[in-house]
């Protein structure tokens, strides 16, 4: 059964170019979350779904972030335009349920904006 | 209002015992942990509902008290595997009836042979 899957794993890119970040849920959850990880502040949510649609972006930074789930299968993190300071590692997480389940965290794409 | 685990950071002897706390400031709805080695993502290992329940998976258990918004986990006869950064998750209700879930501070634990 396949777990979480984010592409890509790695990106490089320029400060002000657009990021995109996927990810695909296990089949059947719920609910999706995205994160991001730093040293300096550690794991941090950025945004949920339950059911395709968002529930809490309260964790989103700035305007530049915005994120999507068109469908059960599929999600995506937009970073426009990135900065140096967005350089993080970004994990997408699901869940059966929105509440009281444990996530699974797909293996994350590390963004590197030079 | 992030989560404050405690300690940061402990060094073990392979079979030795170790706990690491994490204390809200914000009443709970569950709390889960998880572990994350290096360049790897975080594995869940158990979650606890409110209820002051204790959990245990081979030598690791946690406890959960509701009333002081803690959870504790229990590491038993520690082992090499057992290295890594433990987060505590809290889950707890907002004024809009949604669920926050925030991470904690992170434990880092290294088990020496």
């Known amino acids: 059964d396949a777990g979480v899957i984010q592409s890509p794993r790695h990106e490089v890119t320029e400060m002000g170019q657009e990021v995109t970040l996927r990810c695909k849920p296990i089949?059947?959850?719920?609910?999706l979350f995205w994160y991001r990880q730093t040293m300096m502040r550690g794991l941090e949510l950025l945004i949920y779904f339950n059911n395709n649609v968002p529930i809490d972006d309260s964790g989103m930074p700035e305007d530049r972030f915005s994120a999507k789930m068109p469908n059960a299968s599929f999600s995506t993190l937009k970073i426009q335009p990135s900065e140096p300071r967005d350089s993080a590692v970004y994990f997408c997480a699901s869940s059966a349920r929105l509440e009281g389940n444990e996530q699974y965290f797909g293996p994350g794409t590390r963004l590197t904006v030079t | 209002q992030q989560p404050v685990q405690s300690p940061q950071a402990v060094i073990l002897r392979e079979g030795e015992d170790a706990v690491i706390n994490c204390s809200s400031s914000k009443a709970l709805y569950s709390v889960h942990w998880y572990r994350q080695k290096h360049g790897e993502a975080p594995v869940f290992l158990m979650i606890l509902l409110k209820g002051g329940e204790q959990k245990g998976h081979d030598k690791i258990s946690a406890s959960f008290n509701e009333k002081k918004q803690q959870s504790s986990l229990y590491l038993t006869a520690s082992q090499l595997s057992y290295s890594g950064t433990y987060f505590c998750?809290?889950?707890?209700?907002?004024?809009?009836?949604?669920?926050?879930?925030?991470f904690g501070t992170g434990t880092r634990l290294k088990v020496l042979a």
């Open positions: 998750g809290t889950q707890g209700g907002t004024t809009s009836g949604t669920y926050k879930y925030i």
């Open positions: 089949s059947g959850h719920n609910s």
